[in-house]
């Protein structure tokens, strides 16, 4: 369970507004500076593996060893560190999503079996070796969704949300998401296989302080901005309870044990 950690104070960590943005949006993208040859060694990595057998599933990091390496990477690393704190952990599920061409793509859907949380327990880092074009099959999220849990079969009746994002992003690229947000592979019209590489992390311990690049003397107006979020897919009582899931998070993340309505009601408006 813990093949990973993370103990350097010299990383690039988020900022204030990075970290509030990722509690509301669920998402936050890195982009490695790796050289181009890189990332085409770990495709020809992973095009040896296909060709040779079956997907690997938690094996591929054995199997194409220079993953290691996008994980271990500054901007990664800082990233994990301050949605998760130092000493987060890689966690032992791990798979490469092989899209062929002429693959239909997902339904929507959430990750693991209903057990979600508000607090950010554990992520999903998803690393993209190639350029991805729209006819590739993006990976396709919808912000705002980690905090909505909804049963698989309603959801396979969803199609186009106005705000989804196609996550059409330069190689290497990594997306790290809250493990509960809505996502789906779109489908693959072009003539190459898109690979993306799910990755899973997840904290020790809950926060006692804040792990991301904090001023402290912002935390209370930022606790407040909230309240000027409305998320497009909100009506009036999802917005509510969405600010309250957020300034709960917020606080707790910075070791603030307030995990009730109550706590946090004076900061409404």
């Known amino acids: 369970m813990s093949e990973s950690k993370s103990t350097s104070p010299a990383l690039p ?128 999220i919808l912000p705002g969704t980690q905090f909505r849990n909804a049963p698989t079969a309603r959801m396979a009746s969803y199609q186009t949300f106005r705000t989804q994002r196609a996550l059409c992003v330069p190689a290497g690229t990594v997306a790290i998401t809250h493990y509960d947000i809505w996502h789906r592979a779109s489908p693959n019209r072009s003539e190459r296989t898109r690979y993306m590489l799910k990755f899973l992390f997840e904290r020790t311990h809950a926060p006692t302080q804040p792990s991301w690049n904090a001023d402290p003397s912002q935390h209370e107006e930022l606790l407040t901005d909230f309240n000027r979020v409305w998320l497009p897919l909100d009506n009036q009582s999802d917005a509510y309870k969405h600010r309250v899931l957020w300034m709960n998070a917020w606080q707790w993340l910075q070791g603030i044990r307030r995990d009730t309505e109550d706590s946090i009601i004076d900061h409404y408006p």
């Open 13 to 140: 960590l988020l900022s204030d507004a990075e970290m509030h943005t990722f509690l509301v949006q669920g998402y936050h993208l890195v982009q490695t500076d790796f050289a181009p040859d890189f990332h085409a060694a770990v495709v020809r990595e992973l095009e040896a593996v296909f060709a040779g057998g079956p997907n690997p599933g938690n094996e591929i990091l054995e199997r194409a060893p220079l993953l290691q390496q996008v994980y271990e990477h500054p901007r990664v690393r800082g990233a994990l560190t301050s949605v998760l704190g130092h000493d987060y952990e890689m966690h032992a599920h791990r798979h490469c999503h092989a899209s062929p061409p002429g693959m239909r793509g997902q339904q929507w859907h959430q990750d693991d079996v209903n057990r979600r949380h508000h607090q950010i327990w554990r992520v999903l880092a998803m690393y993209y070796p190639q350029d991805v074009t729209a006819e590739m099959g993006p990976t396709m």
